[in-house]
């Protein structure tokens, strides 16, 4: 009985051998042709090495995993800002002069501005009061400007003494630039540290196989990058709806380098991104005021005079028809603008610069705004939630500007935006619509614009774009041999 239990064991354990083996021969099957030396001998691998062979393989994805991949990504591309100490809530031991050792290091501590945060407010999280807050405005003198607007994810560091009290201060003023209040000394005093800003110039190139943000990824850009370059080519390509696998771009930007640590995203210097194999372009110039824009090859601003879309939505619900069978009425009824469904709150922007000519209530339309962009042009905002507070009839607004928040006012079954572009007074399709487009550059600037960015920056584009296609094709190649 024992014995039969014993050979059945056996029969199972090399079962699942051979299975093992199974397994793994395809692997086996491709790497029984690899060889340094081509013209030697092939020596056949061992079934008796697959132990070895398997646990060199781990161990060596270990090394790499553990050390040396870390080690060599953050040589790439060092952290962008110091290691957040978050601080907890226990009492500090106090320090008392028998363990007190001469050689201690100021123990700063960082604390980063959560949304919503003041800085009274991270004060008061530190035990410190108002009067601290106090000493550092007036200790910092002109860099005190700094602390009137702070932003979420900034950065101050405190120095706080063994009794909680505030030692000292630090805080950027701007980004070239760090304040460290010290109120320790026998004089409370401000030192102002100049920071090494420099640019350095990237390049990367992306194919999109999911996303834009997982190209943008793949292709070494941080998210931030990715946004600045969706922003660039929003006029022209529709990112929602647009977008196709096997697009691609190539992106010349700037990263900004502090101290030597990299601090930050510079401006997109070049770019081109093909979409559904139309390509377009854009090259940063500084204007004749000094100012600096993107434009076309051809010199058109990438800047167009209207937005295609004002809203951030999920779906378009309903397009324009001149005439629609109104599934409950029975009749031609026509739908004269484009529905984007969209969460209730989602803020709407003005489609282009303009004044706002109504701001009210209009019957089915519900809360309504209706801007005008020039002499023949204005578009037209329903079913908005709420508006925006201050807004009012004959007030400018900036494209891009919020002007109302998505909702479901008047005759609507969900929250969406019912958008109008309307040439004359006539109600035309927003997504075929031929938008107006922008001026050129002038003739002068336009020929510096020609000599000075694009001949050189296409001419790298289009290097790196030859660069990119031949390692495709070595790649292939490889792959066929
Ligand atoms: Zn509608």
């Known amino acids: 009985m024992a014995e039969e239990k014993q050979g059945a064991r056996q029969a199972r354990k090399q079962a699942i051998c051979r299975k093992a083996q199974r397994r793994h021969s395809h692997f086996y099957a491709r790497c029984a042709h690899w060889s340094f030396n081509r013209s030697g001998e092939i020596e056949p691998i061992r079934w008796r090495r697959e132990r070895l062979v398997l646990a060199g393989t781990a161990l060596l994805i270990t090394l790499l995993s553990g050390f040396i991949m870390p080690a060599w990504a953050s040589a790439m591309r060092p952290a962008p800002t110091p290691e957040v100490h978050s601080l907890l809530p226990l009492a500090l031991p106090k320090i008392t002069p028998a363990n007190f050792t001469a050689a201690t290091v100021d123990d700063w501590q960082v604390v980063r501005v959560q949304p919503g945060q003041t800085l009274s407010d991270i004060f008061t999280a530190r035990g410190l009061g108002m009067t601290d807050l106090q000493k550092v405005m007036d200790t910092a003198g002109s860099a005190k400007t700094a602390l009137h607007n702070i932003r979420p994810g900034q950065e ?92 691609s771009f190539t992106v010349i930007y700037d990263d900004i380098y502090r101290d030597g640590v990299r601090y930050g995203q510079g401006n997109i210097i070049a770019a081109e991104f093909v979409n559904q194999d139309k390509r377009y372009t854009a090259y940063r110039f500084k204007k004749a005021d000094g100012s600096y824009g993107w434009y076309s090859e051809d010199g058109r601003p990438i800047q167009k005079s209207f937005l295609r879309i004002p809203v951030d939505f999920t779906r378009i619900s309903s397009q324009f028809t001149a005439t629609r069978m109104h599934p409950i009425l029975g009749r031609m009824r026509a739908h004269k603008g484009v529905d984007y469904a969209a969460p209730s709150g989602t803020p709407i922007h003005a489609a282009g610069d303009g004044v706002i000519k109504y701001h009210g209530w209009e019957r089915g339309y519900g809360n309504f705004v209706v801007i005008q962009h020039n002499n023949s042009i204005s578009t037209a905002y329903g079913h908005m939630s709420r508006f925006v507070k201050g807004q009012r009839v004959g007030e400018r607004v900036r494209q891009g500007e919020v002007i109302g928040y998505v909702g479901m006012t008047g005759l609507a079954t969900g929250p969406h935006l019912h958008y109008e572009f309307r040439v004359n007074g006539v109600q035309r399709n927003p997504q075929t619509v031929t938008l107006p487009k922008p001026e050129p550059l002038p003739a002068v600037q336009m020929a510096r614009f020609k000599a000075e960015v694009v001949k050189p920056q296409l001419a790298r584009l289009t290097e790196l774009d030859a660069r990119i296609t031949l390692a495709r094709a070595n790649v292939r190649a490889n792959h066929d041999n």
Not at 188 to 211: K, Y
Not at 228 to 243: G, R
């Open 156 to 247: 101050f560091d405190f120095l706080l003494g063994s009794d909680g009290s505030l030692k000292g201060f630090r805080f950027d003023q701007d980004q070239a630039s760090r304040a460290t209040i010290r109120l320790d000394g026998t004089r409370p005093s401000v030192a102002i540290q100049q920071r090494d800003l420099d640019l350095r110039e990237q390049v990367a190139h992306g194919v999109i196989r999911s996303s834009l943000y997982a190209a943008g990824d793949q292709a070494g850009m941080d998210a931030a990058m990715v946004g600045k370059l969706a922003d660039l080519f929003k006029y022209d390509i529709d990112f929602v709806q647009d977008l196709r696998v096997g697009d």
